[in-house]
């Protein structure tokens, strides 16, 4: 398994793997892997015959005052683990590789609609970021297959319709959560938890698991179901970002006639941002 830290080697390596024959895998990552991105490897390479894992840490997705400066970087374990997994190539380029003439100036993706409210609203800019580093890899790697995890739900919504509006070429494929044996999806971020709080991070998905059981059960007051559900997070002390019930395929909010639904959250435990959701189907 190469790692490659310039665009024009690993088109090279790419264009060979091409005139091969192979199918093109692509995994992007900031690194610090888990085993959920471990997961996305070993569906890409269920799907393709090349997998390239990339690994940066993307500036433009950091509003002033987040994490950037602290977010692990830990490449050397990150190729440890993929070597395991089988990939067949790291890219794990630097700023400047990215983005050459700095990031003032960049082009920018915006993508309408999906990347309003929930996690948009708490970060501004921060979609605008993923959607353009995220466009600048498809058409550095130009993949036949991109993964990625469902944790991020709305971040998956937001490439999808940036792929399918811009006509690219690549099938977008969208992987469940792979999570802890007490529910705690897995992140990166899990590792600024203290042990007492990692002990209370697991109450977040069990208050999604038990939005979506009463509204299967015929719950339809979603508002004064949701309200209830903050409640119990703020007494076991998680203060929600939002909790919020959508259609899982528009992302728009719920109707009567909804039947598709998601439900997502952000809420702090101490200093630490977990994310969550859980899709459900009612009748």
């Known amino acids: ?14 264009s060979r793997a091409r005139q091969d024959g192979k ?19 070993e569906k890409a390479r269920q799907r393709t015959d090349f997998v390239v894992v990339s690994i940066f840490v993307n500036p433009l997705q950091f509003a002033a005052g987040e994490d950037l400066d602290s977010y692990p970087r830990t490449l050397e374990a990150d190729q440890r683990k993929l070597l395991d997994a089988g990939a067949h190539l790291v890219f794990a380029p630097n700023v400047n590789e990215m983005y050459p003439h700095g990031m003032q ?12 409210g929930l996690c948009g609203a ?7 970021g993923v959607a353009t ?4 890899l498809l058409n550095i790697v130009q993949p036949d297959l991109a993964v990625f995890g469902q944790k991020d739900f709305q971040q998956l919504a937001v490439i999808r319709k940036m792929a399918q509006d811009l006509c690219l070429p690549v099938q977008i494929m ?8 007490d529910g705690l999806a897995l992140s990166s971020r899990n590792g600024y938890l203290s042990e007492a ?4 991070a697991p109450v977040l998905y069990k208050t999604l698991q038990s939005i979506a059981s009463e509204i299967q059960s015929g719950q339809r007051d979603y508002a ?10 703020e007494i076991a002390g998680l203060r929600a970002d939002y909790l919020d019930l959508r259609d899982a395929t528009s992302l728009h909010p719920v109707t009567a006639n909804t039947t598709d639904m998601v439900v997502l959250a952000a809420a702090y435990l101490g200093k630490t941002r977990l994310i969550d959701n859980l899709h459900f189907v009612i009748n």
């Open 122 to 128: 708490s970060r501004p800019g921060h979609f605008e």
């Open 224 to 233: 004064a179901l949701i309200e209830r559900a903050r409640q119990q997070l």
């Open 105 to 116: 100036g960049h082009t920018r993706i915006s993508v309408p609609v999906v990347s309003e």
């Open 23 to 41: 199918r093109i895998g692509l995994v992007p990552t900031m690194g610090n892997l888990h085993a959920g991105h471990i997961a996305l490897v």
């Open 133 to 136: 580093v995220v466009s600048k």
């Open 1 to 14: 398994m190469n790692t490659l830290h310039s665009i024009a080697q690993l088109r090279a390596a790419l």
């Open 197 to 200: 709080e990692r002990q209370t």
């Open 174 to 181: 969208g992987e469940p959560t792979v999570r802890a044996e």
